[in-house]
């Protein structure tokens, strides 16, 4: 049974920074693709930043340059380090494996969801 399990959430002020973990079990880990995806309050969950079993990364355009994905396989652990945080960025954030990399669509195993709340 395949299972993810977020955490590193939580209430932060605009500029400052989170790192934001997934931690796999029940599956290969090292041959899925990973991804962290996003849903604020009213809108559709979006892709934030996606890695592939070769560690090649992808980022939604809001993010890039101030989010960096990482995975350790031999943890079966991905991370995102979230730096520069904008209120905008507010949402809870999913982990998902077996991302489809060519159209971004999210895999069938999804994380339970942490908040990041950037507020002042």
């Known amino acids: 049974q395949v299972r993810l399990v977020e955490s590193g959430g939580g209430l932060v002020q605009p500029g400052g920074s989170l790192r934001l973990s997934c931690a796999a079990s029940g599956m290969i880990f090292r041959i899925y693709a990973m991804g962290w995806y996003r849903q604020a309050p009213g809108k559709q969950r979006e892709l934030v930043a996606a890695?592939?079993?070769?560690?090649?990364?992808h980022y939604a355009d809001s993010v890039e340059g101030r989010f960096t994905i990482s995975r350790d396989n031999a943890k079966g652990t991905v991370y995102l380090q979230m730096n520069s945080l904008k209120p905008e960025d507010t949402a809870v954030y999913y982990c998902?494996?077996?991302?489809?990399?060519?159209?971004?669509?999210?895999?069938?195993?999804w994380g339970q969801g942490t908040q990041v709340t950037v507020s002042s």
């Open positions: 998902n494996a077996g991302v489809h990399i060519a159209t971004m669509v999210g895999g069938p195993y």
């Open positions: 890695i592939t079993s070769g560690g090649s990364t």
